[in-house]
């Protein structure tokens, strides 16, 4: 056996110097219309993070306001805008390009191909995102300000368009959700091409990694299921721009018919966000334990299995808008079914933790933060998936403190284990370990001071959407405000940590966290096309455990 | 695959997906659009013919979600044809049109065998042919719109009429450009020679335009009561 076969895959003799020096001090083709796949993600994911932190910015204004019971802050019009840019920028804006961005970079690698299946197509994807955000953003200037109803935009509230005006910001809502629905779908159909088509010689489904498997089911999912959003936009686009019919009550439209088709996607959505999630924790969890991924057959099923299942999950949303009794108890049953599968995965990192020895890095402690704060989020899931409860809890704080552990405690939480795992091979430098700990102790405490209190909030009855309350709520308000603040805060060690190991950092190896999987076996960062031979794979995923590196020290690295 | 090493044969033989069997009794092009054990091929063409079906499966959920509106909303009125308009009638030119576009569903087969023939002179002509009849279908169509006596704000038959027939009329008027295209594109010498996968996805695209051509039409012109 030659001695450049490490788990079986053949290495390349010697790394390609030379196009790694030409490569990285290129930093411009960052602002070009690159069709490299890595250039594309690292786009994207910079996109998403300016996208973020003015997301961020909205919210930390919305939970200013919220620290008195009081309106007092901004008129409440405004208000309205603030909450409803936020989600749609931390939706559309934020969770998914950024996801996008950290599968565009990692997929590839991880299936041993050279490049995405339509480079071009990819980028063209990529460039729609800031202009959708542009749009959507740039709406707060115009006469009568942004949108007003919610990312939800419930009609008839969102066709009132108090300003009078055509251009209004309903319309540039609409427009960038259409926008970025477009760009998905042109990501969706690239992600499943190429990992259908482009996988190396003996990457059979059964050792794709977990992340490939989460992407692949989240990319089929947008493929399905934002059409939905799409068409539905284009609904009332009609209605606000051509005076139609389809959502009007006062012309026989039905508001109730947006709903469903809004929420036929944007529950799926949901699993189009946390599936890659749970792709990054099967990553990490199994690097830095050392153990295979625990029943990994039954995770790779698990994720497949929310195609299907996600498609009669929507109407759970609408258990208080008038829906039938039959079919609130049917969606009550589907929606409580999509506990089975992710339950399986939970038990399985549970199961690869157990009796191993933690390597407690930046990423791992991401990762292990993600999942705990995931038990808070899908178990108030299945709480409010039982019709009952829902109905109590329905409108108020609760529904939003579930929310925010799924998107914020969870999603946010893993992006930022994913973005530290992966940066050595994105940047070919190594970030700094205390900066790193320091953010995520700043985000853990931060996240779960902003969100948690408004689990007792919801059951108080304090009702969403509004600038003022009454004043018996006012002390967890105030507890939540600060957190949201220390969230604020929490994100500076961060930027400065990325800025500063980008251009000064201690040089990464090819492997550093001595991890399988194929993006490890290539330079860091990889050359032009990710390989120098093509690898071909015969070795199971997480292959960890078996060989001289079952118990590396990983300190003296 | 040309690249097997022993290795990787052993490798597919155990998968799950590659049981011979299974391999024997899968029909050829579902094989060819699911490579099963992964690898590096130089099969471009089927490569981008599945981003395109899976392009058009995502189309037609689009599609899915305006006639079930349609659907939804026309059962539930209580008044569909609001009082003093005609509504859409099924003239000789609607049915005269609709029968045109989807025998140019034939025409375009006829066009694409004679590719796979090597005669392209009569695959430019027979294309030539979609096209126009294509065309004549949108003349068709907007001269139609002229003469309705709704808008898209007359009740909700104006609105879903409009949805649907526009929402088709702009993918025949993408075809038509697509088609065109083609057309243009095979004056470039020896460029069919290595494949046209090309003219395989936009005859694709046709059909699936033709066949949404039937779902509405019944659902708008033969829809009764």
């Not at chain 1, 068409?231 to 039905?254: C, E, I, K, S, W």
């Not at chain 1, 071909?536 to 590196?549: A, H, L, M, S």
């Not at chain 2, 690249?3 to 009794?25: C, G, V």
């Amino acid at each position: 056996m030659p001695n450049n076969l490490v788990h079986g895959v053949t290495l390349p003799e010697s790394e390609s110097k030379h196009t790694l020096a030409e490569s990285e001090k290129n930093w411009r083709r960052y602002f070009t219309f690159n069709t490299d796949h890595k250039v594309i993600g690292v786009q994207y994911l910079v996109t998403a993070f300016t996208f973020f932190l003015i997301g961020g910015l909205l919210a930390m204004i919305v939970r200013a306001e919220l620290i008195t019971p009081a309106s007092d802050l901004v008129d409440r019009p405004f208000y309205n805008s603030l909450f409803t840019i936020h989600g749609t920028v931390m939706i559309f804006l934020w969770i998914i390009p950024s996801i996008a961005g950290l599968s565009n970079y990692v997929v590839p690698l991880a299936i041993g191909a050279k490049d995405m299946a339509f480079p071009k197509l990819n980028a063209i994807g990529f460039w729609l995102v800031p202009v959708g955000g542009i749009v959507l953003i740039s709406s707060f200037f115009l006469p009568g300000g942004a949108a007003q109803a919610g990312w939800w935009n419930y009609p008839p509230l969102s066709l009132q368009n108090p300003s009078g005006n055509i251009i209004n910001g309903e319309l540039f809502w609409i427009l960038s959700i259409v926008i970025l629905g477009i760009s998905s779908i042109m990501t969706a159909v690239n992600f499943v091409t190429t990992i259908v088509w482009l996988r190396a010689p003996g990457m059979t489904y059964f050792r794709l990694p977990i992340l490939v498997w989460a992407t692949l089911t989240a990319q089929l999912m947008q493929l399905i299921y934002l059409p939905a959003l799409t068409g539905v936009a284009l609904m009332l686009l009609a209605d606000l721009t051509l005076g139609a019919n389809f959502f009007r009550p006062t012309a026989q439209g039905d508001p109730v018919l947006y709903q469903h088709l809004f929420w036929f996607y944007s529950h799926p959505t949901v699993y189009v966000w946390v599936l890659p999630i749970f792709g990054i924790f099967s990553e990490i969890i199994p690097a830095f334990t050392r153990n295979p991924l625990f029943g990994y057959r039954s995770v790779a099923l698990a994720t497949i299995s929310f195609v299907p299942i996600t498609g009669f999950v929507w109407a759970h949303h609408m258990f208080a808008s008038g829906t039938p009794e039959w079919l609130r108890i049917l969606f009550m049953f589907s929606t409580e079914l999509v506990a089975i599968p992710t339950g399986i995965k939970v038990f399985a990192w549970t199961a690869t933790i157990w009796k191993s020895k933690l390597h407690l890095e930046t990423p791992m402690l991401f990762a292990m933060g993600g999942v705990m704060m995931f038990l808070f989020a899908g178990i108030t899931g299945v709480m409010l998936g039982a019709m009952p409860f829902d109905l109590h809890v329905n409108n108020t704080y609760f529904i939003v403190g579930h929310f925010h552990y799924i998107v914020y405690n969870t999603i946010t939480m893993a992006l930022f284990g994913g973005i530290y795992y992966w940066f050595p091979k994105i940047s070919g430098r190594m970030y700094l370990e205390g900066l790193g700990k320091l953010h995520f102790w700043l985000t853990f405490i931060g996240a779960n001071l902003c969100f948690f209190p408004m689990f007792p909030l919801g059951l108080q009855g304090m009702v969403r959407r509004i600038s003022s309350y009454d004043p018996q709520y006012v002390d967890w308000n105030i507890l939540a405000s600060l957190g949201s603040f220390l969230l604020g805060v929490s994100i500076l060690p961060f930027i400065a940590n990325i800025a500063f190991s980008w251009l000064q950092g201690k040089k990464a190896t090819k492997n550093p966290w001595l991890a399988t999987g194929l993006e490890w076996t290539t330079s860091s960062p990889p050359p032009k096309e990710n390989f120098e031979e093509i690898p071909v794979v015969d070795f199971p995923p997480y292959d960890y455990g078996r060989d001289k590196y079952s118990h590396p020290h990983l300190a003296n690295r | 695959m040309e690249n097997s090493t022993p290795d990787i044969q052993r490798i597919k033989d155990e998968s799950p997906f590659n049981l011979p069997k299974l391999r024997k009794y899968f029909p050829a092009w579902l094989r060819n659009f699911l490579p099963i054990g992964g690898g590096h091929h130089h099969r471009e063409e089927e490569k981008t013919l599945f981003g395109f079906l899976a392009f058009l499966i995502s189309e037609s959920f689009i599609f899915a979600v305006f006639i079930i509106s349609y659907i939804a909303l026309r059962a539930t009125a209580e008044t569909w044809i609001p009082p003093g308009v005609k509504g859409p009638e099924m003239s000789a030119q609607t049915l005269l049109s609709s029968i045109i576009l989807l025998s140019s569903s034939i025409v375009i087969y006829f066009a694409e065998r004679a590719l796979k023939k090597r005669k392209i002179a009569r695959f430019r002509l027979l294309w030539l042919m979609t096209v126009l009849m294509g065309a004549f279908f949108l003349y068709a169509e907007v001269k139609e719109w002229l003469g309705n006596d709704f808008s898209p704000s007359t009740g909700l038959l104006g609105s879903t009429y409009y949805l649907l027939t526009g929402f088709h009329g702009l993918h025949v008027a993408v075809g038509i450009i697509l088609l065109t295209a083609m057309l243009i594109r095979s004056f470039i010498p020896r460029i069919y020679q290595k494949g046209h996968y090309g003219v395989t996805a936009i005859s694709l695209f046709w059909h699936f335009v033709d066949v949404l051509w039937i779902v509405l039409f019944s659902l708008i012109y033969l829809w009764r009561g």
